[in-house]
């Protein structure tokens, strides 16, 4: 799959899709994000998330997915079955939860995790986070990420998600700590003006 990309993989910010707070306990990030999703004028989910069905689907066809709950949605979605039904993921994914990049070593294979699987399905680049974080300094983190492409339309420069996901761990009070934690997996991205 990933092998019949051009690279530098590019995304367009307005074909994106989110699921906020699926939980329905992280009231303080609804109430920080829901705006921003709002003026972006995105298609989401705010205290649901969508059903299997429409999860691939959205998945196969929009640009980027934003994820805010815990971990990496794993409990709404099973990203593996993109692989083991042979689906296709379109999407570069923002997995804004505790923990969604930690890998998990198994022995003598290579490590897995859901960032692997979803770039082994096609998806361009994962952004996801090393360890658990609180949510108020991860929304910092998001909110300064999704700005920044925002306003990439006003801007020339290029936006590099993986330069750009460096300059926005400042946002975090804990920099070294919950600003340390975003990692990028896949290829290089660029986001379209």
Same mark, same amino acid.
């Given at each position: 799959?990933?092998?019949?990309?051009?690279?530098?993989?590019?995304?367009?910010?307005?074909?994106?899709?989110?699921?906020?707070? #699926?939980?329905?306990?992280?009231?303080?990030?609804?109430?920080?994000?829901? #705006?921003?999703?709002?003026?972006?004028?995105?298609?989401?989910?705010?205290?649901?998330?969508?059903?299997?069905?429409?999860?691939?689907?959205?998945?196969?066809?929009?640009?980027?997915?934003?994820?805010?709950?815990?971990?990496?949605?794993?409990?709404?979605?099973?990203?593996?079955?993109?692989?083991?039904?042979?689906?296709?993921?379109?999407?570069?994914?923002?997995?804004?939860?505790?923990?969604? %990049?930690?890998?998990?070593?198994?022995?003598?294979?290579?490590?897995? %995790?859901?960032?692997?699987?979803?770039?082994?399905?096609?998806?361009?680049?994962?952004?996801?986070?090393?360890?658990?974080?609180?949510?108020?300094?991860?929304?910092?983190?998001?909110?300064?990420?999704?700005?920044?492409?925002?306003?990439?339309?006003?801007?020339?420069?290029?936006?590099?998600?993986?330069?750009?996901?460096?300059?926005?761990?400042?946002?975090?009070?804990?920099?070294?700590?919950?600003?340390?934690?975003?990692?990028?997996?896949?290829?290089?991205?660029?986001?379209?003006?």
């Amino acid at each position: 799959i990933q092998s019949s990309k051009n690279f530098p993989v590019h995304i367009d910010p307005r074909s994106a899709f989110f699921v906020l707070n #699926p939980q329905k306990d992280l009231e303080e990030s609804e109430k920080r994000l829901v #705006p921003l999703f709002k003026n972006l004028k995105w298609n989401g989910f705010v205290k649901n998330s969508p059903n299997k069905e429409e999860m691939l689907n959205r998945l196969q066809s929009t640009d980027l997915f934003v994820y805010c709950g815990h971990g990496s949605g794993r409990e709404f979605f099973d990203y593996d079955s993109l692989i083991s039904q042979q689906k296709q993921c379109k999407s570069t994914m923002m997995l804004m939860g505790c923990s969604s %990049g930690k890998l998990i070593d198994d022995g003598e294979i290579d490590p897995i %995790g859901v960032p692997y699987s979803c770039v082994a399905a096609g998806a361009g680049a994962v952004v996801a986070n090393l360890w658990n974080v609180t949510d108020g300094e991860i929304d910092r983190f998001t909110s300064s990420l999704l700005e920044k492409m925002k306003k990439n339309g006003n801007n020339e420069e290029e936006f590099v998600l993986e330069n750009e996901v460096l300059k926005c761990r400042s946002a975090c009070k804990l920099k070294y700590l919950t600003g340390a934690a975003p990692v990028v997996y896949g290829f290089p991205t660029l986001v379209h003006k």
